[in-house]
T-cell receptor
Framework: DQQVKQNSPSLSVQEGRISILNCDYTNSMFDYFLWYKKYPAEGPTFLISISSIKDKNEDGRFTVFLNKSAKHLSLHIVPSQPGDSAVYFC????????????????FGQGTILTVHP | NAGVTQTPKFRILKIGQSMTLQCAQDMNHNYMYWYRQDPGMGLKLIYYSVGAGITDKGEVPNGYNVSRSTTEDFPLRLELAAPSQTSVYFCASIDSTGGAGANVLTFGAGSRLTVL
């Protein structure tokens, strides 16, 4: 039962254009969503996050949109740069009083983004 | 600060052998985690710890054991290795003191394990 899905295994984009990575989830108990970026032979690094009480969060070239009714979130990268080429993971956290859900994330399968010069 | 350090980076085991993956963090984080990532799949939580002496199972704990005797270290033990445990293992920690950092995992570089 995959509760977080990234249905596009890969995405190829030209430098300077917009990259849009998508993520769908099924569990309505998720209250916090994160995007991680992973380069080969390295661990995932945090990119941007959004709480379920918001519908948009922006950080420089990265914007995450959340559509709760559709259980869908997307990551927009504008403009895309060759250094953005990596695997992007969407992750979600369940709501839990007391903070015991911290760090217990459900991850999607990842999308390989390739940005061509 | 080194962050989260994992050793070894690579290891090949024979079926039935045992080994320990080491993880250490120098950020004074209370919460620590072990995830595994299989090819084409997302990361899955194996075990986690909310402080020294306290551990609990995640989504896929079978075949693994953990201990947490200090804040800094969180080793993962594989007993009787099986081919199904071939994976990349990531250790992570979190700043649980609150604020925006409370939900952000800091990962190590990973340990690639092959069981033949």
């Amino acid at each position: 039962d995959q509760q977080v899905k990234q249905n596009s295994p890969s995405l190829s984009v030209q430098e300077g254009r917009i990259s849009i990575l998508n993520c769908d989830y099924t569990n309505s108990m998720f209250d916090y969503f994160l995007w991680y970026k992973k380069y080969p032979a390295e661990g995932p690094t945090f990119l941007i996050s959004i709480s379920s009480i918001k519908d948009k969060n922006e950080d420089g070239r990265f914007t995450v949109f959340l559509n709760k009714s559709a259980k869908h979130l997307s990551l927009h990268i504008v403009p895309s740069q060759p250094g953005d080429s990596a695997v992007y993971f969407c992750a979600a956290k369940r709501s839990n009083a007391g903070g015991t859900s911290y760090g217990k994330l459900t991850f999607g399968q990842g999308t390989i983004l390739t940005v061509h010069p | 600060n080194a962050g989260v350090t994992q050793t070894p980076k690579f290891r090949i085991l024979k079926i039935g052998q045992s080994m320990t993956l080491q993880c250490a963090q120098d950020m004074n984080h209370n919460y620590m985690y072990w995830y595994r990532q299989d090819p084409g799949m997302g990361l899955k939580l194996i075990y986690y710890s909310v402080g020294a002496g306290i551990t609990d199972k995640g989504e896929v704990p079978n075949g693994y054991n953990v201990s947490r005797s200090t804040t800094e270290d969180f080793p993962l033990r594989l007993e009787l290795a099986a081919p199904s445990q071939t994976s990349v293992y990531f250790c992570a920690s979190i700043d649980s003191t609150g604020g925006a950092g409370a939900n952000v995992l800091t990962f190590g570089a990973g340990s690639r394990l092959t069981v033949l």
